[in-house]
């Protein structure tokens, strides 16, 4: 059987159901179309900001073309660059327009600018293992880390690290990678230090690491440094007697 048998108790019945419910309701609905509003415009303004900094890396890529020789387009890159980090819609952009900030610094010999910038590409791109949950919380944020880009920035800052005489500093920024990227550059470079602290055996293992990692494409340079410090592993009381028949050193060009 109906309970309400008559149109004046439905309605009596729907009058005390709005008296108990209808604030609630009414708030749930203005909720939920807050929300709704709310993420498209924060889309459609994602969108906006992502636009505009794709434009303005394009122009900062041209004006970087000739900052080193040129002072206003020096200072126009790093205008761009400043604009480009505050939009923060692209957040992939503004970690390379860190970096290209820290190049023009280094330029100006302001290494102390550089240093802050590779720091903060770092920071935000570690190069170690994350856990899962900081990884969603990147992804979630639109800011999913590269560990790549992180890996170079972690190169660079030692070599900063290392021209403004801090060595040990540089060593360990080197010793804190938790990946496999850039060996070549790592282990060059920490030769590099360790022949400046007198430590030529530690020199002589980094140089043929990244010798080892550059495999055919070994440059002349780093070729040229190996060589001297194994020339210099050799004294003359333990030379070996050169062969009566013939004059080779059996030293490579």
Do not use: C
């Amino acid at each position: 059987m109906d309970p309400y048998r008559t149109e004046e108790d439905q309605i009596r019945a729907l009058k005390q159901w709005w008296e108990h419910n209808g604030s609630s309701t009414l708030i749930g609905v203005g909720l939920a179309m807050a929300i709704l509003f709310g993420w498209q415009w924060w889309q459609q303004r994602q969108q906006t900001a992502a636009e505009q900094a794709s434009v303005l890396y394009q122009q900062l890529l041209q004006a970087v073309e000739n900052s080193a020789t040129d002072e206003v387009q020096r200072t126009t890159a790093e205008h761009l660059a400043g604009e480009l980090l505050k939009i923060g819609a692209a957040p992939r952009l503004g970690d390379h327009a860190e970096l290209i900030l820290a190049r023009i610094a280094v330029e100006k010999n302001d290494l102390a600018t550089a240093g802050k910038h590779l720091e903060a590409v770092l920071e935000r791109n570690p190069d170690t293992a994350r856990g899962a949950l900081a990884a969603r919380l990147d992804a979630l944020l639109g800011h999913a880390s590269d560990a790549q880009l992180g890996a170079l920035a972690r190169v660079r800052l030692a070599r900063v690290q290392f021209a403004t005489g801090q060595p040990d500093e540089a060593l360990a920024t080197l010793d804190a990678a938790g990946g496999e990227d850039f060996q070549l550059q790592r282990n060059e470079l920490r030769g590099d230090i360790l022949v400046q602290r007198g430590e030529r055996a530690g020199a002589l293992q980094a140089y043929r690491a990244a010798v080892q990692a550059a495999g055919t494409r070994v440059s002349p340079l780093l070729q040229m440094k190996l060589r001297e410090l194994e020339l210099g592993e050799t004294t003359p009381a333990e030379a070996p007697a050169p062969a009566p028949a013939t004059t080779d050193t059996g030293v490579q060009p």
